[in-house]
């Protein structure tokens, strides 16, 4: 099986965070209705998770310290938060503590996954 080179982490953690952005500048009024209970929840929770696993590759690959990790993730926080607030300005959005804490959920999964690992490989 053919190694993936880093740069594709790179590029993929790029991309998935682009994404994140760019879904959540979409005005509602163009999104279809999901009238599931706590499914906005959980979509907000596995969107950040996945980024946390992007990054959590990416930083593996470059050899990021554990120390330097924490600083990485007080970043991803703030721009979850960033990503939050920005909605203030798209038609038809709401900022939400409630969003907030399901994006920084996801990122704390992905934190203790992050350290879980390092624990191990001690």
């Known amino acids: ?27 509602t009024n163009k999104l279809p209705s999901i009238n599931i209970l706590g499914w906005d929840k959980l979509a907000h929770t596995g969107v950040y998770f996945v980024l946390a696993l992007l990054v959590n590759k990416s930083m593996k690959l470059l050899g990021v310290s554990r120390k330097k990790a924490v600083w990485v993730y007080l970043v991803l926080l703030a721009t979850a938060a960033l990503d939050e607030a920005h909605q203030a300005f798209i038609p038809g959005r709401r900022v939400t503590v409630w969003d907030f804490a399901a994006n920084g959920t996801g990122l704390a999964l992905g934190f203790l996954l992050l350290q879980l690992k390092h624990d191990k490989s001690r």
């Open 1 to 27: 099986m053919k190694k993936i080179k880093p740069v594709y982490y790179y590029l993929a953690t790029l991309c998935w965070w682009a994404a994140i952005w760019t879904a959540s500048s979409i005005p």
